[in-house]
């Protein structure tokens, strides 16, 4: 029996420091870092942003978390994301990705969901 995306990212856990990673890049991405340098002054909301990540991820990966955040649509509402930003994002998840030892069919199987989750978050 193969085991599911979520045991495959490490599980919590695993998705906790890919997220941190995740986190990290963007806040030194200079296309995007301009969206996530205000979280440094609001650690309590960055905890939450991170939170809801971590739960959105390993529930939608087959992990026990039940996601109790907003959808897609309503959590990006407003942002006006454009693709190259969205790219930027999905650049800066891979570079996580690699930096834990992520193997190349479960990046594919995480590419395959961020980019389901594409028309939820560009330009909402």
């Known amino acids: 029996m193969s085991k599911s995306l979520f045991e495959r990212l490490g599980g919590t856990e ?8 995740t986190v990290e890049n963007h806040m030194n991405n ?6 996530f340098l205000p979280y440094k002054d609001q650690p309590e909301q960055m905890n939450l942003v991170k939170k809801h990540t971590v739960d959105f991820f ?9 996601y109790s955040g907003r959808d897609m649509v ?11 930003e969205y790219m930027h994002t999905i650049d800066d998840i891979f570079m996580a ?12 199987d995480v590419l395959y969901i961020l980019w389901s989750l594409k028309n939820m978050i560009i330009s909402q």
């Open 58 to 66: 390993s529930a939608g990966s087959g992990g026990p978390i039940v």
């Open 97 to 108: 990705l690699d930096k834990n030892g992520v193997d190349e069919n479960t990046k594919k």
């Open 14 to 21: 695993g998705i906790s420091i890919i997220v941190d990673d």
């Open 30 to 35: 200079p296309n995007i870092q301009a969206r």
């Open 74 to 84: 309503t959590a990006h509402k407003g942002m006006n994301i454009s693709h190259a």
